[in-house]
């Protein structure tokens, strides 16, 4: 079945400095995809939608500036935590919705675990 | 705006057990509902989902009903199994619009099943 990827998995990094995460759905083309950030023993928040070729939107409270999203095509779409501080820590997954055999599906990422040092 | 409320975890049963997690939401017009699991160290995956009122959603022995007049859609399992442990999560999304596809959660039931 359809599978999305990301990567990578785990990152550490020092404050200051940009971290890029990629999703990739690996058997059907994604026409949306959409960001969540999980905080310790909390639920999903939604960040941001973007569609293929179009500029992402942001949910009320997120930064656009901070956290960049490209979906430049159908298969891949990145995150990008610029000057990531501490606070930015948190578990990132992305969700990717499109189309495979014929029928509308959505499927979410593994995850990827961001620590700040 | 749109919520969901799970009841709170962990939860701990002896397998065979009888499983129910308890779910409402808020939400404006007819959203759809969806209960997804995430199983240690792997992604979300859709568990079941229903789309109007009345239905029922089922997999793997787990069901849930879609209830509009009490604005709920409890997870239920008449056997659990040591391998169901995992966090259950309850999510809605709006139908139709530029919002399809959005989920909004609930917080998430941590569910650990001794043998």
């Known amino acids: 079945g359809a599978v999305v990827s990301q990567h990578p998995s785990r990152v550490i990094c020092k404050s200051g400095t940009s971290v890029k995460i990629e999703c990739r759905s690996l058997d059907f083309q994604a026409t949306t995809m959409f960001w969540y950030r999980q905080f310790p023993k909390q639920s999903l928040m939604l960040m941001a939608t973007?569609?293929?070729?179009?500029?992402?939107?942001?949910e009320q409270g997120v930064e656009k500036d901070k956290f960049l999203i490209n979906h430049a095509s159908l298969t891949l779409s990145t995150l990008t935590v610029t000057s990531a501080h501490p606070e930015d820590s948190s578990f990132y997954i992305c969700s990717a919705r499109g189309t495979s055999g014929g029928m509308i599906t959505q499927y979410f990422g593994p995850g990827t675990r961001l620590t700040v040092l | 705006g749109n919520s969901v409320t799970q009841m709170e975890g962990p939860v701990t049963l002896s397998e065979e057990a009888f499983l129910t997690i308890n779910c409402t939401y808020t939400a404006t017009g007819y959203p759809s509902l969806f209960w997804y699991v995430q199983y240690p160290g792997e992604g979300l995956q859709l568990l079941l989902k229903a789309t109007k009122a009345d239905d029922k959603g089922s997999n793997k022995g787990f069901e849930a009903t879609y209830r509009k007049e009490t604005t709920s859609f409890h997870l239920e399992k008449g056997s659990v199994q040591v391998s169901d442990s995992a966090v259950y999560f309850c999510a809605l999304s709006e139908a139709g619009g530029t919002s399809y596809g959005k989920l909004t959660f609930g917080q998430g039931t941590i569910l650990t099943v001794h043998p």
């Open positions: 973007s569609n293929e070729g179009s500029k992402a939107t942001y």
